[in-house]
């Protein structure tokens, strides 16, 4: 498919911004590095092989319960802890994700994460402090900077979710003229199109509404 005029793509730009970026969603303001631990909690959750609804039902089972800091979860315990797993859908990974949570809860104390991420000169150092944590992997890692690009986080690469909600929208997000901070929602707000749109086939409430191309069914606004 050819490429879309700079008009129509600020049609399909406007109402993605609209929407709300998973760490929206959960409350969290990556902004603010007193929100990069609970959104590393959350990112650990989407790791996981599971529904991105179950991984965001979860999360917001814990920060509900005040379980946003090292402290929080160390005193809830492992046994609290998959009490909620279980509640938010991780019957299948309760024992493993409550031991993973437990682990970072001891490995990053206080603002250990925000010393970790201001103190890296490359994603690569980051990558390489937290995936010594136990059961913390690449996935994990890449999901929580990708959440930080132009917020705080080092350069790190556009994600292939993105690239890949992009060339669905046939959008050019190289040539898309706007704010940093807004090519950033931008780019988060993509990956949750392909993960709950594209991905899933779910072209009908897509939020790129008549632009939406997913199954391969490219839906132009009608003609007013």
């Excluded at 959104?39 to 650990?44: E, I, K, M, P, Y």
């Excluded at 929208?169 to 993960?195: F, G, H, P, Q, Y």
Aim: charge should be positive; hydrophobic fraction near 40%.
């Amino acid at each position: 498919m050819g490429g879309r005029s700079a008009a129509a793509q600020r049609e399909i730009v406007h109402p993605l911004l609209a929407q709300k970026t998973y760490p929206e969603r959960l409350g969290l303001d990556v902004s603010d590095p007193g929100d990069w631990f609970p959104w590393f909690v959350a990112a650990s959750l989407f790791a996981k092989p599971i529904s991105a609804a179950a991984a965001r039902t979860t999360a917001q089972l814990l920060f509900k319960e005040g379980i946003r800091t090292p402290a929080a979860i160390e005193r809830r315990g492992w046994d609290g802890l998959v009490t909620i797993l279980d509640l938010g859908g991780y019957v299948r990974y309760d024992f493993s994700t409550a031991t993973k949570l437990l682990a970072i809860a001891a490995a990053l104390p206080r603002d250990r994460i925000r010393d970790i991420v201001t103190g890296a000169s490359s994603a690569k150092d980051i990558e390489e402090a937290l995936t010594k944590i136990k059961g913390v992997g690449p996935k994990t890692v890449a999901i929580f900077l990708r959440e930080l690009r132009g917020v705080g986080g080092p350069p790190v690469p556009i994600s292939e979710e993105t690239k890949a909600a992009a060339q669905r929208l046939r959008l050019n997000l190289r040539a898309i003229k706007m704010a940093e901070s807004d090519r950033s929602r931008l780019e988060s707000i993509l990956v949750r199109t392909w993960v709950e749109h594209c991905k899933r086939g779910r072209w009908r409430d897509c939020p790129a509404g008549a632009w939406c191309g997913c199954m391969g069914r490219p839906r132009p606004p009608a003609t007013r």
